[in-house]
Nanobody
Framework: DVQLQASGGGAVQSGGSLSLSCVAS????????MSWLRQAPGKGLEGVSC??????????YYTNSMKGRFTISRDNAKNTVYLQMNSLKPEDTAVYYC????????????????????WGKGTLVTVSS
């Protein structure tokens, strides 16, 4: 069975940092692009970041509001994708999900959420002012 298990969420004050992890199993992880998506309270799904498969160059994409603050990385030996989040803002409060697809979903140069093949359960990030 495919599993994507995200962890690392929690409560942090504005300006703080959190590091999310997502461990994948049940599919050929190294062949997939890995994405982080989020859904804020009362809002729709939003792309956060994506890293392509290593065969596709580990290219990274970010949504504009996250550029310079968030960093995505992957460890194929551990089947794990990470999201380092710095300079967090209250508007970053959301449930964060990891997802997998063959290619990154990118719209106008920003990470998007459409067409994900596999999804994991989310982890809640709460940023207080």
């Amino acid at each position: 069975d495919v599993q994507l298990q995200a962890s690392g969420g929690g409560a942090v004050q504005s300006g703080g940092s959190l590091s999310l992890s997502c461990v994948a199993s049940g599919f050929r992880y190294s062949d997939f692009a890995m994405s982080w998506l989020r859904q804020a309270p009362g809002k729709g799904l939003e792309g956060v970041s994506c890293i392509s498969s290593s065969g596709d160059g580990d290219r990274t994409y970010y949504t504009n509001s996250m550029k310079g603050r968030f960093t995505i990385s992957r460890d194929n030996a551990k089947n794990t994708v990470y999201l380092q989040m710095n300079s967090l803002k209250p508007e970053d409060t959301a449930v964060y999900y990891c997802a997998a697809n063959v290619y990154c979903s990118v719209v106008a140069g920003s990470a998007d959420y459409y067409g994900m093949k596999y999804w994991g359960k989310g982890t809640l990030v709460t940023v207080s002012s």
